[in-house]
């Protein structure tokens, strides 16, 4: 529980910082980090359903912070999160190249859906097709930012987990001790 | 039980998780209306926690940039101060002859009657996010309901429109811009009064849609709000024309219009506390219509504290259809 806590927090951290550098640095240039956050919960969270609950809540967060429709994130960081974890079982997505490569590719469907989302509920698909041009840089910039917050979710998913273990074989010491 | 969690709660958290999102998705409505509700408390938190960390995050950047330009970048200062020196002349002298022409004509006690009325409360704001999501535009502000601040306020700079607030928190506001695909705006040429709608393209321009094929629009007419719909007052700055496509055999022209608004620097922002009335009661009588924007009228003078009396925009007469303030 207290590890969910961390990670979410640690997502809403990403996306906050995200929204901040994204005044100084041009749009399509900043790395989604709020994604990339999501993707390497999906590598190194193992229950899946709290796993399912965090990409969730994670992706209602952006949308509270975007003006996207309620729901748009959450259920494409739901999407999102599955991707990584059915890609992180049938490649090897730890390795920082498979995982730069993987989240490029996800970066450019993450956009096309989205703007396709948008799309049927504006009725403006010569302008969805139009905006998705800008796509490529975006996923460049996704697949460098992406080992590194990889790095930083699996540092913390261990501390994290260390510190309960930890907890725990206190717990059972003293126990024994009694 | 804990043998069937193990094996089917995977597929039913992710079940009911899609379908959550689905129905939020479809059910929320972006429409801005008047009365639109503030945000629910788990999603204002999510703003309130924002605003502070995005504060301190962007605190040593402000202040570089301060730095630079206050005590650095100073080169074009000189020029620009003898620019500003020669435009205040230029307006104290239009302000001259407006007061002349207001008292010739009788008006000025019916005007400082009414003046409560001409003026629109502004609360400046600073801009201290914006959007997580590269495919949509918007922005965070620092002012919320606690500031007055309702959802469907618009939010203005000097230089024009920059769009409306969609959310607010006690602290915090979230302002789609004009340049977002789900904004949509009843704008009038300036110039000929030719109408038609202003949309977002998700880029840094703007789309105008006449609605009219042959309407008069060229390159460089001003566009203005047209103040129907009930958000935005008449007569508030939104682009100026860059190119007309060719209509073709198509039934509306459209144009690709600069927004007047600098969003690439945007830092302070005006959140207009009601909407105000249009400035034709004002110079209703002048008969001005297609005369060139300058000069405009006389700013009004700012009010201690934090909220911010000025007036809406320049002059207009020819009262223009429908508008539409965001889809």
Known sequence: MKQAVILFAAGLVALIAQSALAVLVPHPFCPDLGLLVVVAIGLFWEPLPSGFALAAGLGYATDVLSGSLLGQHGLLRLLSFAAARLGGRQLNLRGPLPLAVFAAGLSVIYAVALQGGLGSFTGSASEVAASIGRVGGHALVNAIAAPFVALGVERLCSWSSDDDAARRALRLDARSAR | ?327
Do not use: C
């Open chain 2, 1 to 327: 039980m804990p043998d069937f969690w193990r094996r089917l709660g995977a597929p039913i958290a992710f079940g009911v998780l899609a379908l959550l999102t689905t129905i939020t998705m479809v059910s929320d409505r972006r429409a801005i209306r008047e009365d639109a509700a503030d945000l629910p408390w788990w999603q204002g938190v999510v703003l309130e926690i924002a605003i502070p960390v995005q504060k301190v995050l962007l605190a040593p950047v402000d202040a570089v940039r301060g730095a630079w330009s206050r005590y650095v970048d100073l080169v074009s200062v000189g020029e620009h101060n003898d620019a500003l020196e020669r435009r205040i002349a230029e307006l104290e002298e239009a302000n001259l002859q407006y007061r002349e022409a207001l008292v010739a004509s009788g008006n000025l006690q019916r005007i400082a009657a009414m003046r409560d009325d001409f003026e629109v409360a502004m609360l400046p704001s600073e801009v201290v996010g914006l959007d997580v999501s590269p495919w949509f535009r918007s922005v965070l502000v620092d002012r919320g309901r606690d500031h007055g601040v309702r959802s469907g306020s618009p939010v203005i700079t000097d230089q024009g429109v920059v769009g409306l607030v969609t959310a607010t928190s006690q602290h915090a506001a979230r302002t789609m811009l004009l340049l977002d695909r789900q904004s949509a705006i009843d704008g009038i040429v300036q110039r000929s009064r030719a109408r038609g709608i202003v949309r977002g393209r998700g880029t840094g321009e703007l789309e105008f849609e006449f609605v009219v094929r042959g309407s008069d629009v060229r390159q460089g007419d001003i566009v203005i709000t047209s103040g129907m719909g009930g958000v935005y007052p008449k007569g508030l700055r939104i682009g100026v024309v860059r190119s007309i496509s060719d209509p073709g055999g198509m039934l509306l022209q459209t144009a690709v219009l600069a927004s007047a608004v600098d969003f690439g620097r945007l830092e302070q922002v005006f959140v207009m506390l009601h909407r105000g009335p249009t400035m034709e009661l004002l110079y209703g009588s002048a008969g001005d219509a297609g005369r060139d924007p300058e000069p405009e009228p006389p700013a009004g003078e700012p009010q201690p504290g934090s909220q911010r009396e000025i007036p809406t925009g320049p002059t207009e007469t020819a009262s223009a259809p429908t508008e539409s303030p965001a889809s």
